[in-house]
């Protein structure tokens, strides 16, 4: 895991200025910047926090990405059928 590129990327979301709204626009853009696996970005597109969290991501900066890409806190953890 990078576990310093995703740290890095959840603090760069929610303090750089505009990188948001880059992401937004063209997340696999600013992901290039990012020293990130593919399975690593793959699960932050798809803002997937139990795989990010099962394979080592810091449970706080995990929660910061999630929460500044969108996703509740009630949302983070959902198994994937929905219950």
């Known amino acids: 895991m990078?576990?310093?590129g995703l740290n890095r990327l959840a603090r760069d979301l929610e303090h750089t200025p505009d990188l948001l709204a880059a992401y937004t626009a063209a997340?696999?853009?600013?992901?290039?910047?990012?020293p990130l696996t593919a399975d690593?970005?793959?699960a932050?597109?798809?803002r997937d926090a139990t795989w990010l969290l099962g394979?080592?991501?810091n449970p706080v900066a995990l929660r910061n990405l999630?929460?500044?890409l969108g996703v509740g806190h009630h949302e983070m953890y959902a198994s994937r059928d929905g219950s």
């Open 55 to 57: 394979h080592g991501m």
């Open 27 to 34: 997340p696999e853009d600013v992901l290039t910047d990012y």
């Open 44 to 46: 932050v597109l798809q």
């Open 40 to 42: 690593e970005g793959a």
């Open 2 to 4: 990078s576990v310093v």
């Open 66 to 68: 999630m929460v500044v």
